[in-house]
C-alpha cells in the first residue's frame, strides 16, 4: 500500500521517490491476449518542501479525450511541477478503453461503477482494487476529468456534492463557467474518495471522442487556480484571474425527445433560455413531419445531444432549474 513515512518519503507501486525527485512509474494492471502487459504510466513530481499530494487523474472511460489533454498539458507545460508538496498525474486511467476508443474496460463494464474494486473480481474490479489500495492512500486533494458520454455534449462544469462547505469553495477557485450539485453514484471513483475523506472536484465538458481546446483551456485554468490557492503552483504561467463567478446549479432536468428524427439544434450549449423559447426541431427524413422542442421553464442548458439523429425518450438537453 501507498504511503508518506515521516520523512517525507513517499513510497508508491513499490517505488521510493525523495522529496525533490520526479519519478514516472507504471501501473501494471493486465495483459493483452497477446501477452504483452497494459501498463498506465503515472507520473509524478515533488517538491523538496512538504506539502499537499494533488491527483489529477483523467480518461476513467477511454474514449473521453478532453480531459486526457488537460492533463497532458499540465505536464508537457510543467504545471505539474511543484512549489510544495507531490502532484501526481494519470493522463490516460483506462489504457484498455482509450487504446480502442472505447468508454468500457475489455471485460464490458464501467470502471467508474466498480470502486473500490475487488482482488479477485472482473478485469474492470481488479484494476479499481489495485488504484484504491496502492495510490488513493497518499492522496489529498482529487481532481477527475470527465465529458459528457456519446453525443451529449456538456458544458464545462464542475460537479460536487451538496452540504460540502469545503467542496463548494474548491469549486469557486477552480471557476468554471458551472457548479453542479450532483449526487454521489454509487461504486464511482468520487464515491471512493469521498469514503476515503478525499476532497474531490469532477470536471465535465465537452462530449466523448472529442477535443475541444476552449473546454481544455477552461480546465487547465482551473487546475492553475487551485494549485495557486493551495500554495503549490511554482514558476510564471498565464493565470487568468475569474472574469465572474460560476453559476450554481443546484437542480436540473432532462427535456427529452417527443418523436424520433432528425434533430436540428437552434440554441448552443450553456446558454440562457427562456420559458417558450425554441430549443430544437425534429424532423423525418421525408419532409412531411416537424416537431418543435421548447423550454418549459427558464434556465440554463448545461448539457446538449448533438447527435443528428434521435429516438423518442432521447435526452435532448439538461436544463438547470432556476
Not at 290 to 301: C, D, E, F, L, N
Request: one cysteine or more; glycine letters at 8%.
Amino acid at each position: 500500500m501507498g504511503e508518506l513515512d515521516q520523512n517525507n518519503v513517499l513510497h508508491l507501486l513499490g517505488q521510493t521517490i525523495q522529496p525533490g525527485e520526479s519519478a514516472r512509474l507504471n501501473f501494471n494492471s493486465a495483459k493483452l491476449f497477446t501477452a504483452s502487459p497494459v501498463e498506465v504510466p503515472v507520473i509524478i513530481e515533488r517538491s523538496k518542501k512538504p506539502g499537499p499530494i494533488v491527483l489529477f487523474t483523467a480518461g476513467v472511460h477511454g474514449d473521453e479525450i478532453n480531459g486526457i489533454e488537460v492533463v497532458r498539458q499540465l505536464i508537457s507545460r510543467k504545471i505539474n511541477r511543484p512549489k510544495i508538496g507531490t502532484i501526481i498525474c494519470i493522463p490516460v486511467f483506462n489504457v484498455f478503453g482509450f487504446l480502442n476508443l472505447q468508454r468500457e474496460f475489455p471485460d464490458g463494464r464501467d470502471l467508474n461503477r466498480v470502486f473500490p474494486g475487488s482482488k479477485k473480481g472482473p478485469l474492470a474490479s481488479r484494476f479499481a482494487y489495485q488504484f484504491t489500495q496502492e495510490i488513493l492512500p497518499v492522496v489529498d486533494y482529487c481532481v477527475d476529468f470527465h465529458t459528457g458520454g456519446a453525443s451529449r455534449f456538456n458544458a464545462p462544469q464542475i460537479r460536487i456534492r451538496e452540504n460540502d462547505e469545503q467542496l463548494l469553495e474548491l469549486a469557486h477557485i477552480f471557476n468554471a463557467p458551472f457548479i453542479v450539485y450532483s449526487s454521489t453514484i454509487s461504486k464511482s471513483y468520487r464515491a471512493s474518495c469521498y469514503q476515503a475523506n478525499i476532497p474531490t472536484l469532477l470536471f465535465e465538458g465537452g462530449k466523448s471522442l472529442d477535443n475541444n481546446k476552449q473546454i481544455t483551456q477552461i480546465g487547465v485554468q482551473g487546475c492553475l487556480r487551485l494549485l495557486d490557492h493551495l500554495g503549490m503552483l511554482k514558476g510564471s504561467f498565464d493565470l487568468k484571474p475569474a472574469s465572474k463567478p460560476p453559476i450554481l446549479v443546484s437542480q436540473s432536468k432532462w427535456i427529452r425527445a417527443a418523436h424520433s428524427g432528425l434533430l436540428h439544434l437552434k440554441v448552443a450549449c450553456g446558454k440562457k433560455v427562456d420559458q417558450g423559447e425554441v430549443l430544437a426541431q425534429i424532423t423525418d427524413p421525408y419532409g412531411s413531419f416537424r416537431y418543435t422542442v421548447k423550454a418549459r421553464s427558464s434556465g440554463y442548458i448545461i448539457n446538449v445531444n448533438e447527435s443528428p439523429i434521435v429516438y423518442q425518450g432521447d435526452a435532448l438537453f439538461h436544463l438547470s432549474i432556476s
